[in-house]
């Protein structure tokens, strides 16, 4: 087998750095979102990203390839109590190369580096493929029924 063959079976995406987003991320992040199909009509991503930018208790954490593009993200956060993440997605092109579940230890690492003894996301009953991705990267499903209120008038 030539060197050619080899790389291309490697793994793309076990050495991509991952750090906190740069101003000049927002576009390129939206664009992913939208690619890994998780803008809602009723949320405004920018604002989000703005709010979980705004204080000492959330950020959102990106990789990046070669090229310094934004190709995952994940957002992570703690409200005194319990932590939470959003947002997170791998490129559609770079799935199942383990990128996903680096996003969410480098998440669990920010909550742990924070004392956060626990973490809590949602998901939509009907995904079993991102529900199948957190159930092998250790995450427990625990019955429980959400109650909400919108703030925002809308
Ligand atoms: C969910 C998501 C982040 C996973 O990213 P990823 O980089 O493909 O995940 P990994 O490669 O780290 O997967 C780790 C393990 O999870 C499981 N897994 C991941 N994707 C899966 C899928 N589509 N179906 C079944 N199992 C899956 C597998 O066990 C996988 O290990 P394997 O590839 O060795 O079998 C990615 O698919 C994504 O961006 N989805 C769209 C956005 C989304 O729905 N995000 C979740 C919001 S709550």
């Known amino acids: 087998m030539d060197d050619t063959a080899t790389q291309a079976r490697a793994p793309q995406t076990h050495a991509l750095p991952i750090g906190h987003m740069r101003d000049g991320d927002v576009e390129a992040l939206v664009s992913l979102w939208e690619r890994a199909g998780l803008i809602r009509p009723w949320n405004d991503p920018r604002a989000d990203i703005a709010l979980a930018r705004r204080g000492p208790h959330s950020t959102i954490l990106v990789a990046r390839d070669a090229a310094d593009a934004v190709v995952g993200s994940v957002m992570v956060g703690h409200d005194g109590h319990r932590g939470w993440i959003y947002y997170l997605a791998v490129d559609p092109a770079l799935t199942r190369q383990g990128l996903g ?8 690492d920010w ?16 995904n079993e493929q991102v529900r199948a991705f957190y159930a092998a990267s250790g995450y427990i499903e625990e019955p429980r029924i959400i109650f909400t209120k919108r703030l925002d008038g809308k």
């Open 111 to 126: 909550l742990q580096a924070r004392g956060v003894p626990k973490l809590m996301l949602l998901v939509r009953p009907e």
């Open 101 to 108: 579940r680096r996003l969410a230890h480098t998440a669990e």
